[in-house]
């Protein structure tokens, strides 16, 4: 049965593997008038790239071809499909994947599924976070018509191994660790999180680590009873991410230690508006976004490719064996992991906005152009580092 | 736009108030031939049934009528429709409630969705976990459907408030647990829940906890790419519980902290057949099954409702004021959330079982049913406590 | 896999058989604050009740309770729930139907499908007609959330077996149509009609016929590119229904033997108002509304269940016998049937409605619920027959 | 909201407009293990080519691309992505259609809808035929799944404007009529098809006209209570194609006009099995197939782009004026359309055969493969003329 959809008003629909011809994105659902660029997709995509410092060398351009769906620089209302080449592909890395199933891969379990001989191993194919690239670019978009409530989606990592964010951050700091080839928000803490990194490098091994995203100013009263709550759309969204283990909101885990007391938040006015004291919540109460940011978190594991030697077996001979995973591989999927996240959360938000008549289902007005338009290039411009400092 | 539906090939469509006339839920894509018995569904339905010891004292007998989609004791093919009247309403305990939202409940944000005039306050309207009877009336249909695999779901309280399980279980202690009013899987923890659970109802408060449910024995193979893996439609399933704010599988936010050397499942022979070693990844890699026992983890928050006065705000004057939530409530949502969150787990298994043709989707053939009858009647009696010990 | 729902913004799943305790519907979708009353549902239900002059025999109430979804008589944005419970069933009639299978029946297809020992023949089970009251009584609430836009929709019959119309009606007339017993809309045409029906129910026989439904001021724009063209989303619906054998809207089946210059509608001002000049499309191009009014035809066929006897196979021993057809059954389906296309049209409407946000989908402000009010009791009082005439 | 995907089990998604960069298609549900070749995408596109004689001038080599999905030669239970570029592309015949919206056409609708300044008048934009290209593509993948039942799928016209077929003709007969190129299943027929086609050129006009598509040995037991019927879901895939106005099977339109007595199909006995003497209900009883072939007929109007001049209304300055439509198009629609009927049953064939267990959703075996691979070059190579001959 198919399961490569996501959204119900907002609707994506992916394909491709990672050493097959392209990978690609239909977007269904868009309102009209939405002007969209090829630079708004590749501004987002230049956060999730391969082929920079910290993480995977794999060179792939991610040069993004919109195929339909825009005329005369605006969405008609038709899908919006979006197609990346891969460009970059050494299969040849992967032969010995072929008989000797990864560790912490999901190689064994495609072939239990669909087979041995009907299985793409090249790459780690549909399983490969490759995929992740269409959902960024389909998250730029969802993105640009949240600007539309001025909406916007910041991610950071708040742990790396053992490493751990101790201090407070703005949502400015949040956003601007894109810049941050390690994703911190914090200077102190970026290093450190290099270090580790090169660590890891160096070992063959690698890191998990949190990302937590937050929502600035997200629409209120957004979700669904009872199972489209926003809590459950977005838990599907992140975990349908590679490697995401787990996903909290607001208190998340620490509530289950706490008392109703303690944990309830306390309804005051503020500035005369009726608001919560303290936001543990995380934004969500009842399923439904309270107009407070948004705020969520979940755990990425380490990268299952490493270059130490683990166990395994060999197919052919049925017996066990050993495998150094080559190839070009993250030494933590986690840093890459939160532009992904930020995407996913995105794209669960402007599903939901459209649901509950927050952006309109058929066509943007003029106004609504302007609005999302001035925005959006705050938005692009924020936090942009000087000539020649990345 | 609807969201009271879940699942793609087995559906359920739930609806009803905490105190209207009634609740109830649609199971469509059951194939025909499973037999069905009203008792299947009490029996499961006992587990979380109000007006026991150390939860709610309203007193519903949550007896399940079966609607339409049985003939002759097995499903036909058509929807199984089943119905629970709502029978011991005392909504006198919410007027204050109308006026005065309660901190930690969906009042507001239902209120700011709605509209203040239609919302159903009494009892919390649909936002009450008085809906999620009818899950454990469908899980009930899906934990049967299961046993044609010789599957079973069943879960424990890890923790409570601050006190945490500090031994290991056995899936048969886990199993058992359901007989224990706390929902402990070992008798040194239960004296310990109980005694933080009468604390709790002394002073008016409430405690979080940690559910883990496992699954013995799944399907190996279920679970779809990309958006439709197992761990994201479980994710999904748990989240829409109220309550719960935190999901995680396998090591989850553990694996955080770890290396790929460390979190990594080394791959094995055991028995002349591949395994993993640790099952690290909770049952699921690549978000499929492995076969491995599936384990996951979710966090309660407490109850919100406690008789503890707490802030909130007067809707009619627009002033900060004080509310004590009276009505009858758990000390510990948790404790019940339990069998709710074993519902979710078993619905979509059993979704996912059907999709990937391990359960058929048209109709049973007499041997399966032959399988499910003994395996059930086996569940059923399994650590059935003696005549006069509950 | 589930079949049981209808629309993606305004979704109706239905559940329940013949002979079972009882049929029903949800409807999930719906904005809050839509007055709903019991009356409207049975206002609807009135002209499909069985027991009638010209149908069937069979007395049921077809009492509808709304188990859900309202709060001082408004929506809550839950789903609202409507129990039709079975009170005159007399399965002894279907004692032979079992071995049976009955000519133009779905007895033996369901027998293939589900099995012979799941198959609830009992009044042909989920088969049955019976199923389309749970339809009428959502289209009701379809009906009147469409008085948002001043829209009614109406239905009568322009053939029964050889007789056919052969005036132009008018709306009102049409709209009229439901106090006739044999749902015509002229009067000459009423008494042919009612001498037609009586000659069949002599005769043991029953007659075909083509329902027309028009849709007078429907909402323009409605309706999505590609496959939820609204001519589509119509098409399903209406085939949906059970012995609809065709469909055509506009010129239908007539354009197919026509000339481009003569089918194309020129597209002309009036009153300062660009429009068509003869609604060839029937409201409908490019799958989307125009905004004229729709017209579409279905095709009935005669009632499956006739009294004169016809070739059918005993199961039991695998011979040819004969079958005479008892229990109380219409001699035209097409009579009740033009309700329930009413109703269908109605869903798919309000759907599309939702989906293009003529509807809102969240929340009915107070000016949306007095238009719906004042529209729908115009809409109820219209063609009232005085006193005593039916 | 989305409206480009059709298909529960076996979904396709399309996207692109007749002169944008591309169209395309992804189809996600497909089994693991289909042998699928471009040439096989090729095979059926040919007969719903552009550049033929009597049809559209446009020379598009239609040349389809597979993304994503296939590992040698085969399936892999990935999302299989075709593509194809648009390569004949002449705009400039457009340019009146931009503010002279043209009688029959989808123009008004779409700005009504989405508003003009997102209109994508060029070539129709995605309101065009050129969409279906990628329906057929994804068509030629349902057939050759169908084949594992040994099912196969032909259509011709059964009347072109006036002229009507009146002979009976065979399966095999109507499979060859895609060689014909007015889609005539008998030679007489044929020319005087052609005939009318060379009519409709020369006066600038075009014909309306009927096709009737006949599946040969479906597969039995297919389609799902209620709203999932095969008739239902045949219906909304039929009339998803633009042009279409009626839809009908087995007796359709003439049921209506016939007693029980007659219409109903007598019960029985052939070759020991059981069976209907007529095939009245064309294969479909109850919403689901009996396994007798299946037979429908739908309504294609006259292609709306004439050359010969029609009233219409100039958008810039609101007043009345007359189009001819230039471009190159069809004379009449109906002939490619069969094409693509065709392949909207094999679609909605192939997604209930998925649902019905009679195809696997994950994985076909080595057995199915061969069985798909034998009957697919029987089809193929059926009816090939003879070198030279076409």
């Not at 490569?4 to 690609?24: D, M, Q, V, Y």
């Not at 669904?224 to 599907?236: G, N, Q, R, S």
């Not at 995407?343 to 058929?362: C, E, F, G, T, Y």
Request: aromatic fraction near 6%.
């Amino acid at each position: 049965m198919p399961g490569n959809s996501l959204g119900k008003a907002l609707t994506i629909t992916t394909f491709g593997e990672s050493h097959g011809p392209a990978i690609g994105v239909i977007i269904d659902g868009l309102p009209a008038g939405l002007p969209v660029k090829k630079e708004d997709l590749e501004f987002e995509l230049s956060f999730r790239r391969p082929g920079r410092l910290f993480v995977s060398g794999r060179r792939e351009k991610d040069e993004p071809e919109i195929l339909s769906g825009i005329y005369n620089g605006r969405t008609t209302g038709s899908p919006l499909a979006i197609l990346i080449r891969n460009t970059d592909v050494i299969s040849s890395f992967y032969e010995e994947v072929k008989n000797k199933p990864r560790p912490g891969h999901a190689d064994l379990p495609y072939i239990m599924r669909y087979g041995y001989e009907n299985w793409d191993y090249r790459g780690g194919g549909r399983a490969s976070a490759r995929e992740t690239a269409t959902r960024v670019a389909a998250g730029a978009i969802a993105k640009k018509l949240l600007m539309l409530t001025n909406t916007s989606i910041a991610g950071h990592l708040i742990s790396l191994g053992p490493i751990e964010l101790d201090e407070k951050v703005s949502f400015e700091e949040i956003l601007c660790s894109k810049y941050s080839p390690v994703r911190a928000s914090k200077k102190s803490l970026e290093s450190k999180y290099e270090e580790l990194v090169k660590s890891a490098t160096v070992e063959g091994d690698s890191y998990g680590g949190v990302a937590e995203i937050v929502v600035n100013n997200p629409p209120k009263a957004l979700g669904e009873p009872v199972f489209d709550k926003i809590k459950a759309d977005l838990a599907k969204a992140i975990l349908s991410i590679p490697a995401v283990m787990g996903f909290e909101y607001g208190l998340g885990f620490k509530a289950a230690k706490m008392k109703g007391s303690e944990a309830n938040d306390e309804i005051i006015f503020k500035d005369d508006k009726i608001t919560w004291k303290y936001n543990n919540s995380g934004g969500i109460l009842g399923g439904i976004t309270t107009g407070e940011p948004i705020i969520l978190r979940c755990a990425f594991k380490p990268t299952s490719s490493i270059r130490k030697p683990q166990k395994t077996v060999d197919l052919r001979n049925n017996k066990e064996t050993e495998i150094s995973v080559l190839g070009r591989h993250d030494p933590a999927v986690a840093i890459r992991g939160v532009t992904v996240a930020e995407a996913m959360v995105a794209l669960v938000l402007a599903d939901h906005a459209i649901r509950s008549n927050v952006i309109p289902q058929v066509k943007l007005s003029d106004k609504d152009v302007e609005i999302i338009e001035n925005n959006w290039k705050r938005y692009v411009n924020s936090c942009k580092p000087t000539e020649g400092s990345q």
